[in-house]
């Protein structure tokens, strides 16, 4: 079945170094990829995505690009912030015509985000 | 500008006791679903629907029932709630599939 597998946290960095957090992902089709993000004691939101093979998608300042060859989406951001501590989830959905299952996501475990100033 | 709204933030039941949550959003999406969110698991969906008057089951639906009698809204029924329902769970709504948006969570403990 299709899965999502993000590195495991919790991630420490100082303010303005590099982030990275890896997330590859097994499906049977062509999957649209997402990045989440959730605030301490909030819902989550939408931080990015890319929908086909190349892709590269883009918020505030975090971009990750779909891989097809290597089945990876990883999150990336140049400097963090102290308010960039958050948890972050990377997810899939496949596409109707593979599945037909009303578009679901599917979740890695989450990587907790900790930026120290 | 609401968006998903969840009733209630939290809640605390005693096993065997019945409750509902209620999901309402007013962005006129066709697709709702319910998550739980445990330590070291991320989400995992529990049940969904694609429109009015249609669900199905997700991941993990045992222990739980649904209802969208109307578009707007999406209830998640513990009709016998146990311990292992104690978690934090999302109602989220999607106008396609997809990208979802999400409720602020409710956060049930069952002793």
């Known amino acids: 079945g299709n899965s999502v597998t993000q590195m495991e946290g919790p991630v420490t960095l100082s303010e303005e170094a590099f982030l990275t957090i890896n997330c590859t992902y097994t499906a049977t089709g062509y999957p649209s990829l997402f990045w989440y993000v959730q605030y301490p004691g909030e819902g989550l939101q939408l931080l990015l995505k890319a929908t086909k093979a190349d892709d590269k998608g883009s918020n505030k300042g975090f971009e990750a690009t779909y891989r097809k060859e290597t089945t990876s989406f990883h999150l990336e951001k140049g400097s963090v912030q102290v308010s960039d501590s958050a948890v972050y989830f990377c997810?899939?959905?496949?596409?109707?015509?593979?599945?037909?299952?009303?578009?679901?996501?599917?979740f890695g475990q989450g990587t907790e985000l900790s930026v120290k100033p | 500008n609401a968006g998903v709204t969840q009733t209630p933030k939290f809640r605390v039941l005693k096993t065997g006791q019945s409750m509902t949550l209620l999901c309402a959003q007013d962005m006129n999406h066709e697709y709702m679903y319910w998550y739980r969110q445990d330590p070291g698991m991320g989400l995992r969906l529990i049940h969904y629907s694609v429109g009015e008057g249609t669900t199905a089951k997700g991941e993990v639906p045992d222990g739980y029932n649904v209802s969208r009698l109307k578009k707007q809204n999406f209830l998640l029924g513990l009709e016998s709630a146990a311990p292992s329902q104690t978690s934090v769970y999302f109602c989220?709504?999607?106008?396609?599939?997809?990208?979802?948006?999400f409720g602020q969570g409710t956060r049930l403990t069952v002793v």
């Open positions: 989220a709504s999607s106008p396609t599939g997809g990208a979802a948006f």
């Open positions: 997810a899939l959905s496949e596409t109707w015509a593979v599945d037909n299952q009303g578009g679901k996501l599917i």
